[in-house]
């Protein structure tokens, strides 16, 4: 036995012995040069990052969904900017490393920010012009919504029951995520359906006017001999007349109608005059009874103006019977001729006039190629004018009506993908070279970036001129398009989507809230959105968004926020006073509302969404078995909720992230969990102030407005969501240049919101693509 243990433990020492021999000896971390000239990514960057963020950071850990490992050869980082700047920011921060894990010196700190910072600003902005591509994107629901009531007329929505869009970049309308699902399809088909069934009439008879005189308008010659029965019905029991005044509205062809009926005796039936002025119409054989109540038609033409209607009974008789004759009611029906009918504006978007039987191919070519060339946003040519001449003539065999041709070719314009999705094509050649959008493509990019629809007659009149594109005009295109109705569809799709609110779908829980209810809800999210139409109608600064000193409330949202004065349901703008602790979206309580839970505030919520909608800084995702705050069994529950939170901290896996989330939150701790003022959170008096990672000290929102509101980081971050939704694509390296020329612009105008939405539409990556070749 202990000869057995001698060799197992020379055998032991050997092995050691052989593994110190060939094992290479790990090297020590040696800092980085003094010059930063002189800093290499492999010999001094990895070795930096091996030493202190690999641990946390690498293939297996990944830690807050970052890998640092993978860097293995020198990166272009100004291709991966929000994962360097990430990296930059924390080391600025001292967030990274955490505080328990070794730390570099402050030189090595300072080298590799003053590297990063390098790197990322190899990026020439003076370099070829990347203007980047958006993927071909069809119509998301608004705009098809929107396209359809600016293109037809319809008043309905005809996308209620297609299915939601898909969400990219925190908008609907990217193109790389707008993808067209069988279902959908089948969706489209119907719609277009019903949307030319509703519009386009293929009965003209329902267009013409009726106007109807009943019995008590005419004025009889002797009431004794003429007069009004209990049912309104006009009697003539002698021959005697009546008289009225009716209206032809315009020159044409009428129909006088007249519903009687007789009593009926001797030999011939009751018969009644028709004399309009001094000219007899006809005279009537009244050969029914009151059981066969009958219309009575007399065909005529007659000019516009009032006349003189006259009704005679002419053969009155009372031997072995007496014979009468009675008027219900006379109808002027007309003009009947097509060339004076009103036909509905929606069926005149597609057939403008009433063409002859001869000339019904000629105008539906004409009528095809405007309705089309409307639909496509382009001039449609020729071969697709020829193709729906056939789909036309299609509807037509059979008996179809005219009507019924323009019907089904109206219908296969509203399926063709020329109108579904939205078109810029790319010719074959120069592939990878940038292009200059022609009128009409900018067209397009202007009306859904501003209205979600497609542009209208001036847009469309400045394309086909070629004179859209020049400075002068676009500019005041921008403007009047801003000031119009319809840029209520960019409070909608981009505020509303940017700010969360355009569902705004929250369900407070009715016990501990039981004055919140559906006109709060919907009070709450209106304020929202008239405050942000307001601040761009009126081209205030869009630091107005942050801090203001008014807002628009009606009488149940003013009661929620304790001010009096307003009354009734409607919204009025209203003061703010600076003691009231409210101004801008972030005291607004669809903001508070719906970024806190169900039973009570949320700081976690609310700094999050700051951080992601107004910093642009979203954190980190949490990592796995992490429990909830009511779920941490570590936490005193009879705890103020920012003792709570401050315990939840304590797990250091939570501890960097909340560090900067908790403190933005608490800030608005003085309002509930639906917006309303508060002084205490239970037993506990609120405390509102904090201390963000860089040291700056605040109390109460409004302090951390003022410092939000600091710098250039809340300009930079609607800047950035605005041109994703402009764009209808996700943000990449090369666009910094035109954020960087945008803030720019933001900071020497006063931020003004005219001055944002001008500058992103003169950009670059507005007005031009990257040619593609074949692909569109």
Known sequence: MRFKQKTVEAKLVATLVIAAVVSPVIAEYQPLPGSLDQVDYTKHVKEFLAEYCWDCHDDETQKADLNLAKYQEAPRMYEERKVWEAVRDML???????????????????????????????????????????????????????????????????????????????????????????????????????????????????????????????????????????????????????????EFPSKGDYILRVHAYGDQAGSEPPKLELKLDDEVLEILDVSVTDRNVKDYNVKLSADVGDRNLQLAYLNNFNSNGDRNVFVKYVEIIGPTDAAALQYPAAHRNIIPRQPGPADETKFAAEFLERFASRAFRRPATENEVNR?????????????????????????ILVSPQFLFRWELDPGSETGTPRQLNDYELASRLSYFIWSSMPDGELSSLAARNVLHKPEILAAQVQRMVQDKKSWALVENFAGQWLQIRQFDISPDPDLFPEFDEPL????????????????????????????????????????????????????RIKLSPESGRGGILT??????????????????????????????????????????????????????????????????????????????FAFEHFDAIGAWREMDGEHPIDASGRLPDGVTFDGPAELKQLLMRGDQFARTVTEKMLTFALGRGLEYYDKCTVDEIVEALTKNDYTFSTLVLEIVKSKPFQMRQITGNET
């Not at 729906?388 to 296969?412: D, K, N, P, V, W």
């Not at 999210?525 to 942050?546: C, G, H, W």
């Not at 315990?647 to 939570?654: E, G, T």
Request: negative net charge; hydrophobic residues 35%; contains cysteine.
């Open 92 to 246: 600025v921060t001292r967030e990274m490393p955490p505080e328990k894990k070794p730390q570099p010196s402050e030189a090595d700190r300072k080298q590799m920010v003053l590297f990063v910072e390098k790197e990322l600003a190899k990026f020439d902005c003076n370099g070829p012009v990347n203007p980047g591509r958006v993927t071909i994107r069809r119509l998301n629901r608004a705009e098809y919504n929107n396209t359809i009531r600016d293109l037809v007329g319809v008043d309905f929505n005809p996308s209620e029951d297609f299915p939601l869009d898909e969400v990219g970049y925190g908008f609907d309308n990217i193109g790389d995520v707008l993808s067209l699902p069988p279902m959908l399809l089948e969706k489209y088909l119907a719609a277009a359906e019903r949307i030319v069934t509703d519009a386009v009439l293929t009965s003209p008879d329902s267009l013409v006017p009726h106007k109807r005189y009943e019995g008590s308008q005419f004025k009889p010659s002797d009431s004794e001999i003429v007069r009004l029965e209990d049912n309104g019905t006009l009697g003539f029991w002698r021959e005697g007349s009546a008289a009225s005044r009716v």
């Open 388 to 412: 729906l001449l056939q789909i036309y003539q299609l509807g037509r065999t059979e008996g179809g009506s005219f009507e019924q041709g323009m019907q089904l070719a109206t219908q296969a």
């Open 521 to 572: 809800r919907r009070a709450l999210q209106t304020e929202t959105m008239m405050f942000f139409d307001a601040v761009m109608k009126e081209n205030l600064s869009i630091m107005s968004l942050l801090d203001a000193d008014f807002t628009f409330a009606n009488e149940r949202l003013a009661r929620h926020y304790g001010v009096k004065g307003v009354r009734g349901d409607a919204f009025s």
């Open 588 to 665: 607004q309580g669809s903001i508070l509302a719906l970024s806190s839970n169900p039973t009570r505030t949320s700081p976690v919520n609310r700094g999050k969404w700051i951080m992601e909608q107004i910093l642009g800084t979203p954190p980190p995702p949490p990592p796995p078995n992490v429990p909830l705050l009511e779920e941490n069994k570590g936490v005193d529950a009879s705890a103020s909720l920012r003792t709570q939170l401050e315990q939840h901290r304590a797990n250091p896996d939570c501890a960097t992230c909340h560090e900067k989330m908790d403190p933005l939150g």
